[in-house]
């Protein structure tokens, strides 16, 4: 889910298992407390957290209420997101129906309707902007013949008690410092068209106890047998190519990169179910041992 719409497939399967069975969460939970977003979720309604989203479900109610956060400052970017319909390219694509619905200058919803991992559904979503920066996001949805106005009440009631208060990140912020500290963090992505074309994308970073960091971009892009590009970062002795930290931003905690050069990079921090790390949203493969058997592996910091 993005800053107003649901596209990513991961959920997919879980989704239209409540939607078609009613089937109840547990774990009750309402908050995303060093975000500073507090909520309720309805009578007759359990939620549980799953990759970050929050999800609930019911034994009297068809279908499944889906809340997560996003990053998103801008309320006109969000309604032109709404506007452009879900769509992940495989099984799912929802369009707008109808108008958006402008409940206050920082929160606006809408109903959707098309197919969610191929089964005719619709939902009604809401997305909220914090003052304290990103927001929050709320769907209900069901299949299309049990769909009324009563998701859109549970949306909105959900919405109506949503409280914001300043993040506190300062525990996140501590945890991803020790974890990541002298650590590298690699991630590979590749290609092959098999007519000759393909890409491979080699990120490694070593945060290094001291404070800075070593990076290194392999970007190589081949059309036709020809072509790379790779990129090139100032290094100087001793403090490598520049300094690092973990930081807070709206909702999220970040690594932040500044590199010598005055140009700065930065990265959501996240897990996903299995505990991988994820920078924004993809797989980095953590290695910590100086003296791993496998040389590159090794945190290059000295």
């Not at 109610?61 to 309604?79: L, P, S, Y």
């Not at 959707?112 to 914090?130: E, N, W």
Request: with cysteine; glycine share 12%.
């Amino acid at each position: 889910m993005q800053n107003f719409t649901l596209n990513q497939t991961v959920l997919m399967v879980l989704i239209i298992m409540q939607i078609k069975t009613g089937t109840l969460a547990q774990t009750p939970v309402n908050t995303y407390k060093s975000s500073g977003i507090e909520f309720s979720i309805p009578n007759g309604w359990v939620a549980r957290e799953l990759q970050g989203y929050i999800i609930a479900g019911s034994y009297d109610e068809k279908g499944v209420i889906i809340i997560t956060q996003h990053q998103e400052n801008d309320i006109g970017a969000i309604i032109a997101e709404a506007k452009s319909g879900i769509q992940d390219g495989i099984s799912t694509s929802l369009q707008l129906t109808g108008e958006i619905d402008h409940f206050n200058a920082t929160t606006v919803g809408g109903t959707f309707a098309g197919q969610l991992d191929g089964y005719p559904s619709k939902a009604y979503i809401v997305s909220m902007i914090s003052p304290y920066g990103g927001g929050i996001t709320i769907m209900s949805a069901t299949n299309t013949q049990s769909f009324s106005n009563r998701y859109k009440e549970i949306t909105t009631s959900i919405s109506q008690s949503v409280r914001f208060s300043r993040p506190d990140h300062s525990g996140a912020i501590e945890e991803w410092k020790a974890l990541i500290s002298g650590c590298k963090l690699s991630y590979y992505n590749s290609y092959n068209s098999g007519g000759g074309s393909g890409y491979t994308t080699v990120i490694k970073m070593s945060l290094c106890d001291q404070g800075y960091f070593i990076y290194n971009l392999d970007d190589q892009t081949v059309l036709n047998g020809q072509g790379n590009l790779t990129g090139a970062y100032s290094f100087q002795n001793n403090k490598g190519n520049g300094s690092w930290e973990v930081i807070g931003r709206g909702a999220e905690v970040l690594l932040q990169l500044n590199f010598h050069d005055g140009r700065v990079k930065a990265f959501s921090l996240s897990k996903n179910d299995k505990g991988h790390t994820l920078l924004n949203g993809e797989r980095y493969l953590r290695t910590c041992n100086p003296n791993d058997s496998y040389a590159e592996a090794r945190p290059d910091c000295w």
